[in-house]
């Protein structure tokens, strides 16, 4: 596989240095991406990054994942509005262990001479003096050069500190540590990196020496990704969808992937999926034959819970879409595992009682319309006008009397009972 040619055709190949192509083409090469330890999981703003390393990865080169757990503590302030609140050492080494987890359901780590490594740039930071990094670092590059950066210039308008002026000269030199240490050539990353990925060349130049009339280290960008409409990519309601599932839910991961536009499905199925081209075509063509399928966003949603979640937490994920969204049955909610529950009713709405309180409870009226709290339901009146209307569940199976006395319902798993009005839903457990 080409590796450029590859990012062509998918639309992942912003920006890069003259002869890297030649350098990719004439040997295995080592190249390594930052990520910002800022927090223990990686969110799908970082998926596009990841997905560069992987495809460097299966054209035969040596992927690195470079952990900033020095630069982490200052944060990079390329575009960003406000210097970032610093973390502490053991803060960033508990992020650094989420995140390798994480790239390992990307990455493999043990598959011979290209197998993926993971560095940490405070283990070579930490020793080194601020006299020596002035020495080693700082006099190599000019205060104009650095101040020609747009990120930089972005920031003088409200104010940097020397802190945050500092930033591209420390990524700079992990460039060039990398270089020395691990012979990397080449740094990859989101088009607003270029400014810092193009110091640490400048530093590698200026120090290693030009006498060969070519470069010795590259850089290589991939665009930034934005909706159809221009918004940024990777937000919900709720903020980062995070790849850890404590922070963001497999079914909210699903239904994230599930919820985007026809438009924007052909470039997010060619930047995130494994798919081939003729794959991904076909795709298209049979989704535009019936769009209201939704086939590109089902066939998106499953690849990546799937690879991120595991193919068990995708078929929860599709049992708990059946049980909100579809068709489901008693049987389909009688099926579901006791340790299935709470990823299944994840983001429901849900209710604990007593077992007292559900046995002073004289019909299903008083239980929905107590309970609930509101939620579904503001008085006994409301309940029983919906249950007269057809418009009440319980446990997928229609309420036919306001006056139904609670033992017509089975609870599942012995102490859950699933309430629904229309599309709201509202789980009671019991304990």
């Known amino acids: 596989m080409d590796f450029t040619e590859e990012l062509r055709w998918r639309g992942m190949l912003h920006d890069m240095m ?12 080592s190249g390594y991406i930052g990520f910002d330890p800022t927090a ?36 990079d302030p390329s575009f960003k509005a406000a210097e970032r609140t610093f973390l502490d050492e053991e803060t960033l080494r508990f992020n650094q262990e989420g995140i390798r ?9 043990d598959c011979g001479v290209n197998s993926a490594e993971m560095v940490n740039n405070y283990d070579w930071f930490k020793d080194i003096g601020f006299l020596q990094f002035l020495r080693d670092a700082g006099k190599f590059l000019s205060v104009n050069y650095m101040m020609s950066k747009d990120s930089v210039k972005k920031r003088l308008e409200t ?20 270089y020395k240490n691990k012979n990397v050539r080449l740094q990859m990353g989101g088009s607003d990196q270029w400014g810092n990925i193009t110091t640490g060349t400048e530093i590698i130049r200026r120090k290693e020496g030009d006498e060969e009339g070519y470069f010795k280290a590259y850089a290589l960008t991939t ?23 404590t922070k963001t839910s497999p079914y909210e991961f699903y239904q994230f992937w599930l919820n985007q536009s026809d438009e924007d499905l052909p470039r997010y199925l060619r930047v995130f999926s494994f798919k081939n081209r003729e794959e991904i075509e076909a795709l298209e063509s049979s989704h535009a034959e019936a769009p209201h399928l939704r ?35 008693l049987e389909t909610l009688q099926s579901i595992a006791a340790d299935e529950f709470e990823t299944v009713f994840d983001g429901v709405p849900q209710t604990e009682i007593t077992f007292q309180e559900w046995n002073e409870c004289a019909n299903i009226t008083d ?10 339901y503001a008085s006994k009146g409301e309940a029983r006008r919906a249950i007269q209307q057809n418009a009440v569940s319980v446990n997928k199976v229609k309420v036919t009397s306001a006056e139904q006395p609670l033992t017509d319902f089975s609870l599942l798993q012995e102490r859950f009972l699933l309430i629904s009005k229309g599309k709201k839903n509202h789980l009671i457990k019991l304990k």
């Open 295 to 329: 086939i590109m966003q089902k066939a998106l949603a499953e690849e990546l819970t799937s690879r991120i979640h595991s193919e068990r937490a995708f078929q929860l994920v599709l049992k708990a879409t059946e049980v909100l969204y579809g068709k489901a049955t």
């Open 101 to 109: 987890k994480q790239l390992e359901q990307f990455l493999d780590f």
């Open 18 to 29: 003259p002869g890297t192509d030649e350098q990719l083409r004439k040997e295995m090469t």
């Open 159 to 178: 104010g940097i500190s020397f802190t945050e002026f500092s930033y591209q000269l420390l990524q700079g030199y992990d460039f060039y540590h990398l």
């Open 367 to 376: 239980l929905i319309s107590t309970v609930t709290h509101s939620e579904i």
């Open 223 to 245: 665009p930034l990704l934005t909706k159809s409409d221009g918004s940024k990519f990777g937000k919900s309601e709720g903020g980062n969808i995070w790849l850890d599932a």
């Open 40 to 75: 223990s999981s990686l969110h799908i703003g970082n998926l596009a990054t990841i997905m560069l390393l992987v495809h460097f990865q299966r054209a035969g080169h040596k992927p690195f994942a470079l952990i900033g757990g020095a630069t982490g503590m200052i944060g």
